[in-house]
């Protein structure tokens, strides 16, 4: 596994890992403080539970490569997960994303008053994350199809 | 057997066998065209899809039997399919084997072929094995196994008409029994002196059944074949007979004279595959292999299945709203005015409008939901992620008194109740299937969400996507809770053991996923289509009339005028048994028509309120008080699951579960009702 | 390696131990089936899915008191040298299950 893939999957995995974190201190937050709408540093966290667990989940797999040895195909089926869960729960955000405007305009349209913030839902760390996972998912697809899925010569 | 008829048609009987997860209703589709009648095998709730295949003069009947690894007399599965065998003597048996799993799959076939029937052997995923790293040579298995081999790819339609071809070459062919399976000196001498004594003893039953067949089964203590001698003339001395030897043949093999033949066969499929299977190159680790690594890990398991569950609600509920908010649009606006804009009498306009248009309405807004959250499992389920949620789950659930496998149903509960109970079918152990089935109404449904919906919004304005979750955990929280007062009294044996093959991961096919979908989301249109829409119109006519007689359509404008109709009658009868919890007739008329199916609680609601549903919050922040509206969702949450759930549990468990269901769930929602209220008060929660 | 009957063999013949049940075993071992303790219905189903006496196993996956996930192997009983490793499906076993059936652990396969 060449050092650059490793570094990134290490970066994005502490990206994940953080962003995690602050979505459950939002979600205590908004304990004490109704209709808390936090961001941190450009992103928005929505104090959603699920949201830190999916985020957890591919912080702690894509995370775990620094236990592991390089060429162990351990090490490279983490990154072939993490990278594909952070690639869907990016596909799942933007979906929501595109049913929420697609809701606005329709309430707009039978007269409603009804208003949705893109910025909101397009700058947060599922899609952030779900960006960085990209080229990790394509460098991982990449070499098993070299390998023809065969991991024996990795 | 064949009956020639008119023109010519020859007619014949075709089984279709196989293990579960091999394909094989992809290839019955393919067979029959996709157009099946769908039923029951006689007294088991285990489906039966029966239909027919035209090639040329002949026509054959398709019977599609259900997924068994083996022919015992173990579990119902396997009887079905055995007797169907021996009872209605289909002219062939077409044994769908998995290419990529064929030792096991061959077993099957070996155990076909033994009770002497025609086999055709389609030789399935081919494809997939060939990924695994290895070819079958199927001219060579065929040549051993005397039977047709067709290699076939299911989802692409590869081979299927071969497999036609071979159905009519060999529907024109004599039955001929072959001797496969060679049990060893000793075993095969007595094989053959019982076979002997039950031709020339009982010529009838040796006509009916192979003979062989019959002394391999006696030799295995089989209680069906045991049960079936008992009842001939020379049942009781053979069976004697059979005994001694098989002590005499324990004896000499040193080992029980089942697992022995188990053996012998797992020896002989042995030897098939080392002639007949060629390793193109040896996999040491496959794709699913990497991706089980960490989807079944001990640390990353579990919040990858949370996960999973979380993107499930995500897509069921964020996803689907605009379809909802345009289905109300629909119904509420659009074709309301529009039903009240045509020239009817007023009553009927007000029938229509209020009844029938409000009631089904309010049902159909969620049906984007139910829909999208059946797609997002079933996908789960095509790619094969549901089998590792459950061994990954079934830790937890164990110590919760569930399985890994009650997991499926209760997630789909949150859809409808109704496939969730369904789902139940395939959880193997007969107590821990009652126990699930039991507790599985309890899980939020969509059809409770409205009644959260209202209710929250009207007296917990800010906090309302927490207290609408908490229902939903409660649920699940109750499910368990009750589970484990089952299994702790009333089931009070063991649990089950846990066996489940995982199949390797497979990319989804579109059209297993819709499928699937469909039939899972097909009984609860059903039961809009009939219960709401019948609930929906008596709840009108409750309104309208009274003792006093016909009140008019004024009553959904007049509130004194509606108490005097006979929903105002029921209400008010009804009232006292809510008291201790502060709800008024309006609420405890509204539960009543709620056990017929809780979608209509709001609308019930809105109509004995006079008001449309979007302005209910307003009467309803006035009749409750913050501690009064939340025990009245818990209540709505677990008393009684609906009328056509109840109809399911009858069907699946038995009538008296589903009255013991009736019964316990209106307790424990009526305590637990009073016990919020209880508890909020001494805590001065008002 | 081990020659043994004129075949090779991948298992010392040093580390055949005692019987012990399933439940015990450690990731990434491979065993050796000897006796199911259980109901027929049990012995049944196993060996449906290919565990039987005389059947290879290995372990792959461990998380008491959880199911345990294992791979049937196919005996490499034949001349075949290549036949080393056929695959086959995973099958994941409950901890009651596995306490009944009796294996020999035959060390950890590389």
């Known amino acids: 596994?060449?050092?650059?893939?490793?570094?990134?999957?290490?970066?994005?995995?502490?990206?994940?890992?953080?962003?995690?974190?602050?979505?459950?201190?939002?979600?205590?937050l908004s304990f004490t403080i109704p209709d808390y709408g936090g961001s941190w540093w450009g992103l928005f966290c929505q104090g959603d539970l699920g949201w830190?667990?999916?985020?957890?989940?591919?912080?702690?797999?894509?995370?775990?490569?620094?236990?592991?040895?390089?060429?162990?195909?351990?090490?490279?089926?983490?990154l072939l997960v993490g990278s594909f869960l952070g690639v869907v729960l990016l596909v799942m955000q933007l979906l929501v994303v595109a049913a929420s405007f697609g809701d606005c305009a329709f309430l707009t349209l039978i007269g409603e008053e009804a208003e949705y913030n893109l910025a909101e839902g397009l700058l947060t760390p599922m899609v952030v994350g779900g960006i960085l996972s990209t080229p990790l998912l394509a460098y991982t697809l990449n070499t098993l199809k070299k390998h023809r899925f065969n991991l024996s010569r990795l | 057997m064949s009956s020639g008829t008119v023109l010519a048609l020859r007619r014949f009987k075709v089984a279709v066998a196989g293990n579960p997860n091999v394909g094989k209703s992809v290839i019955f589709n393919e067979l029959t065209g996709g157009r099946a009648w769908v039923g029951n095998w006689p007294g088991v709730t285990v489906e039966k899809k029966v239909g027919r295949l035209k090639i040329g003069e002949h026509i054959f009947e398709v019977v599609d039997l259900p997924g068994i690894y083996s022919l015992t007399a173990y579990s119902v599965d396997e009887l079905i399919a055995r007797n169907f065998i021996v009872e209605e003597k289909p002219d062939i048996v077409v044994d769908i084997v998995n290419a990529a799993n064929i030792e096991r799959n061959l077993y099957l076939t070996i155990s076909l072929l033994e009770m002497g029937v025609k086999v055709v052997v389609a030789l399935n995923m081919v494809d997939l094995a060939r990924e695994q790293g290895y070819e079958i040579d199927e001219k060579k298995l065929s040549e051993m196994l005397g039977v047709p081999v067709i290699p076939t790819i299911a989802t692409t339609g590869y081979g299927i008409e071969r497999l036609k071809e071979a159905l009519v070459k060999v529907s024109e062919e004599k039955e001929g029994y072959r001797k496969l399976v060679n049990y060893g000196g000793e075993v095969e001498k007595e094989i053959s002196k019982i076979s002997r004594r039950i031709v020339e003893g009982d010529p009838k039953l040796s006509d009916k059944y192979n003979s062989r067949w019959l002394a391999v089964k006696l030799l295995e203590k089989d209680a069906d074949v045991e049960g079936k001698i008992r009842l001939s003339p020379i049942g009781e001395t053979l069976l004697s007979y059979v005994s001694e030897a098989r002590e005499k043949l324990e004896k000499i093999l040193g080992k029980d004279l089942e697992e022995y033949m188990v053996e012998q066969r797992y020896s002989y499929i042995s030897k098939l595959i080392e002639e007949c299977v060629k390793i193109l190159e040896v996999k040491p680790v496959t794709l699913t292999d990497m991706v089980d690594y960490v989807v079944t890990h001990k640390i990353f398991g579990i919040p990858l299945m949370f996960t999973a569950l979380y993107l499930a609600f995500k897509f069921a509920f964020d996803v689907a709203a605009p379809l909802c908010d345009i289905i109300d649009w629909f119904f509420g606006s659009f074709l309301y005015s529009l039903v009240l804009s045509f020239p009817l009498a007023g009553w009927v306009s007000s029938l229509l409008a209020d009844g029938v248009v409000a009631g089904v309405g309010s049902i159909i807004v969620f049906l984007p939901n139910i829909v999208f959250i059946f797609i997002f499992i079933a996908l789960l389920e095509d790619i094969?992620?549901?089998?590792?949620?459950?061994?990954?789950?079934?830790?937890?659930?164990?110590?919760?008194?569930?399985?890994?496998?009650?997991?499926?149903?209760?997630?789909?509960?949150?859809?409808?109740?109704?496939?969730?109970?369904?789902?139940?079918?395939?959880?193997?152990?007969?107590?821990?299937?009652?126990?699930?089935?039991?507790?599985?109404?309890?899980?939020?449904?969509?059809?409770?969400?409205?009644?959260?919906?209202?209710?929250?919004?009207?007296?917990?304005?800010?906090?309302?996507?927490?207290?609408?979750?908490?229902?939903?955990?409660?649920?699940?929280?109750?499910?368990?809770?009750?589970?484990?007062?089952?299994?702790?009294?009333?089931?009070?044996?063991?649990?089950g053991s846990f066996i489940m093959e995982l199949p390797p991961y497979m990319a989804p096919l579109a059209r297993n996923v819709l499928i699937k979908t469909w039939e899972r989301t097909k009984r609860f249109l059903f039961k809009a289509g009939t219960v709401i829409f019948a609930v929906s119109v008596l709840v009108w006519i409750l309104s309208v009339t009274g003792p006093g007689g016909y009140l008019t359509p004024a009553t959904f404008e007049d509130a004194t005028l509606l108490e005097q109709s006979w929903i105002g009658v029921l209400g008010h009868s009804l009232e006292k048994l809510f008291a201790p919890m502060g709800w008024d007739w309006r609420i405890s008329a509204a539960l009543f028509f709620g056990f017929l199916a809780k979608e209509v609680v709001v609308s019930t609601m809105a109509i004995l309120y006079g008001v449309g549903e979007e302005a209910l919050v307003g009467p309803l922040a006035s009749t409750f008080t913050p501690l009064t509206a939340y025990a009245f969702m818990a209540f709505v949450l677990l008393y009684v699951p609906c009328l056509a759930t109840l109809a399911i549990v009858r069907g699946e468990l038995g009538g008296k579960y589903a009255v013991f269901t009736l019964i316990y769930e209106i307790l424990l929602a009526y305590f637990v009702a009073l016990t919020i209220i209880g508890v909020g008060r001494l805590l001065g929660l008002g | 390696m081990l020659e043994k009957n004129g075949k090779t063999s991948k298992f010392s013949e040093g580390m055949l131990?005692?019987?012990?049940?399933?439940?015990?075993?450690?990731?990434?071992?491979?065993?050796?089936?000897?006796?199911?303790?259980?109901?027929?219905?049990?012995?049944?189903?196993?060996?449906?899915?290919?565990?039987?006496?005389?059947?290879?196993?290995?372990?792959?996956?461990?998380?008491?008191?959880?199911?345990?996930?294992?791979?049937?192997?196919?005996?490499?009983?034949?001349?075949n040298p290549s036949f080393g490793r056929f695959p086959s499906w995973r099958i994941a076993i409950g901890f009651g299950v596995a306490m009944k059936i009796f294996v020999q652990n035959l060390g950890v396969n590389v």
């Open chain 2, 384 to 495: 094969g992620y549901m089998s590792r949620a459950a061994f990954v789950i079934d830790k937890i659930m164990r110590r919760l008194f569930l399985t890994g496998k009650s997991l499926l149903p209760l997630i789909l509960g949150i859809g409808c109740n109704i496939p969730g109970v369904i789902a139940c079918r395939t959880i193997e152990d007969e107590n821990d299937r009652k126990v699930t089935g039991l507790v599985a109404p309890l899980i939020s449904c969509s059809a409770r969400l409205p009644v959260y919906l209202v209710v929250a919004g009207a007296l917990f304005a800010g906090s309302q996507a927490g207290i609408v979750w908490s229902m939903y955990i409660m649920g699940f929280a109750f499910a368990f809770l009750m589970a484990g007062v089952f299994r702790k009294t009333l089931f009070k044996a063991p649990s």
């Open chain 3, 17 to 79: 131990t005692s019987v012990m049940p399933l439940a015990f075993v450690k990731e990434n071992s491979t065993v050796k089936i000897v006796e199911v303790r259980g109901g027929l219905g049990l012995t049944r189903r196993l060996a449906e899915l290919g565990l039987n006496p005389g059947s290879l196993a290995r372990i792959v996956r461990v998380s008491p008191p959880g199911p345990m996930l294992i791979e049937v192997e196919h005996p490499p009983n034949s001349g």
């Open chain 1, 1 to 28: 596994m060449r050092p650059t893939i490793l570094l990134l999957t290490l970066i994005t995995g502490m990206f994940y890992l953080i962003y995690a974190t602050l979505e459950f201190y939002s979600w205590i």
């Open chain 1, 52 to 78: 830190f667990i999916s985020l957890l989940a591919v912080g702690m797999i894509l995370f775990s490569l620094t236990f592991k040895r390089l060429n162990d195909y351990k090490g490279f089926s983490c």
